[in-house]
């Protein structure tokens, strides 16, 4: 089955350090790749995302490589801000026929990342 | 994107009786909602797809009769925990399928479930 590998947090940071959060994934097919941030009492959102192999998603300054070969999807970002402090949630979605959902999604662990000024 | 919306926020029930958590998609109409349970320090562990008008699909290992899910309508699901025990309290989510692109998710805030 698929699944979703994450580095262990906590990570902690100081203000415009640089970020790397890990994830690896197992999948039969041809997933999708997600990051999704949970900001302190939000739901998730979604952060970027690819959909292909060397695609590379991007937003808010964070961005992240679908790398097939080595079955990774690392999020970084170049100068992380007090703001970014969140958990952040590797996930893969995977097309499924029969008539089920398009869009069902595995997570990883989540990494909890702190930013202090 | 899609706004989703959960209540109650926050539950604490009895041993031995019933909750009923709500999730609304307020600004698209979801043909499909997912409910996830997520434990203190761990990953969103999905418990069922919801369809609307059809029965819900549950994963494996999760209770039909316990985690009973209604999608009657295209704003809303709901997910009534039956008979909860305390081994039941948990960080229940919603999220709705996105349209589109549908494999994109819109998640509610949660609900906080603790039974006593």
């Known amino acids: 089955g698929n699944s979703v590998t994450q580095m262990e947090g906590p990570v902690t940071l100081s203000e415009e350090a640089f970020l790397t959060i890990n994830c690896t994934y197992t999948?039969?097919?041809?997933?999708?790749l997600f990051w999704y941030v949970q900001y302190p009492g939000e739901g998730l959102q979604l952060l970027l995302k690819a959909t292909k192999a060397d695609d590379k998603g991007s937003n808010k300054g964070f961005e992240a490589t679908y790398r097939k070969e080595t079955t990774s999807f690392h999020l970084e970002k170049g100068s992380v801000q007090v703001s970014d402090s969140a958990v952040y949630f590797c996930?893969?979605?995977?097309?499924?026929?029969?008539?089920?959902?398009?869009?069902?999604?595995?997570f990883g662990q989540g990494t909890i990342l702190t930013v202090h000024p | 994107g899609a706004v989703v919306s959960q209540h109650p926020s926050r539950v604490i029930c009895k041993s031995g009786t019933s909750v009923k958590i709500e999730c609304r998609s307020l600004d698209f109409q979801a043909t499909t909602m997912f409910w996830y349970r997520q434990f203190p320090k761990q990953s969103l562990m999905l418990m069922a797809t919801?369809?609307?008008?059809?029965?819900?699909?549950?994963e494996q290992g999760v209770e039909k009769d316990k985690f009973l899910i209604n999608h009657a309508s295209l704003t809303l699901s709901t997910l009534t925990v039956t008979s909860a025990h305390p081994e039941d309290s948990s960080f229940y989510i919603c999220s709705t399928e996105g349209v589109p692109p549908r494999d994109t998710q819109y998640f509610g805030p949660g609900t906080r479930l603790t039974v006593l």
């Open positions: 919801s369809n609307e008008g059809s029965k819900a699909t549950y």
């Open positions: 996930a893969l979605s995977e097309a499924s026929g029969g008539g089920t959902s398009y869009g069902k999604l595995t």
């Open positions: 999948a039969t097919g041809y997933p999708s």
